[in-house]
């Protein structure tokens, strides 16, 4: 882990002088035709996606390379004879192959934890039906279990993917915070898999699109409008007009909880430190 690490902080593009150039980034030089959106849930993913189509020309998304949420487990075993009757999805013929992703930026959403936790509570996409309607301190404390609630018939077999067991251990997560860990390791690999690549903090964006935009466009070779084009609706709204959530404080205990079983190396890789109190 740790040279995997060290591997992506060398990597960090200086290229363009604003607010995103100490982000983890590479780039091969050439012509991106489409992007690849990759975050957790609740981690901002649609607004980005919107943003950077609404904003840069000649551009389309993809999830050839796997459902956003749901990336393949890039380096881990494989169990071939389950693997045999895999499906993803309509639009995912071979997930762990990146070999054809030389036109394609990645894009890596990652939100603070705090108010990821907080936001993933508020909306459980994908969560098992036992973490649900439990409150706050149990959703983040109990063994996490794959969804439950996922068509079988769109995500066969999706454990073997994300989600159900670590696949290197062969169990389940003890929680959602070794998940985040695992799955924030996971996007730290496909970068060293992949020509084009760049992970943001949701925060970041939010407060700068057009600095993210211009960011992308100087580095990536990608044209964009004259005019920027602000994101006031998107899907994760319901194509309302957006309006920040407020979310309630977190109990002292639950922080305590938070800081001791989140993995603060790696968070610190992105740039978050724990915090005493969260408003």
Not at 41 to 49: A, L
Not at 87 to 99: A, K, R
Not at 247 to 260: L, M, V
Request: one cysteine or more; glycine letters at 6%; charged letters at 25%.
């Amino acid at each position: 882990m740790a040279f995997l690490l060290f591997l992506l902080v060398a990597s960090k593009n200086m290229g363009h002088a604003n607010e995103f150039e100490h982000v983890l980034n590479h780039s091969s030089g050439r012509k991106i035709s489409k992007i690849q959106i990759c975050g957790e849930r609740c981690s901002g993913t649609n607004f980005i996606e919107y943003l950077l189509l609404k904003n840069i020309h000649n551009i389309s998304s993809t999830m050839e390379f796997g459902q956003k949420h749901f990336l393949w487990w890039y380096g881990a075993p494989i169990d071939q004879k389950r693997l045999e009757n895999f499906v993803y999805s309509s639009y995912v013929s071979d997930p762990y192959n990146l070999t054809n992703s030389e036109d394609c930026l990645f894009v890596v959403v990652i939100r603070d934890p705090y108010d990821w936790l907080r936001s993933f509570f508020a909306q459980p996409w994908h969560v098992h039906r036992s973490l649900l309607n439990k409150g706050f301190f149990h959703f983040i404390r109990k063994t996490w279990k794959p969804a439950d609630d996922i068509s079988i018939t769109q995500f066969k077999h999706i454990d073997v993917v994300i989600d159900g067991v670590n696949p290197w251990s062969g169990l389940l997560f003890s929680n959602v915070l070794e998940l985040r860990r695992w799955k924030n390791l996971n996007y730290l690999k496909l970068g060293t898999l992949v020509d084009n690549y760049v992970i943001a903090k949701y925060e970041d964006i939010k407060n700068d699109p057009e600095g993210f935009v211009d960011f992308v466009a100087a580095n990536y070779n990608i044209e964009k409008p004259d005019t920027f084009f602000p994101i006031k609706k998107f899907k994760g709204s319901a194509w309302k007009k957006y309006k920040e959530k407020q979310y309630p404080q977190i109990s002292k205990t639950d922080i305590e909880f938070i800081n001791a079983n989140i993995d603060w190396d790696i968070e610190g890789v992105f740039g978050y430190q724990p915090r005493k109190k969260v408003k």
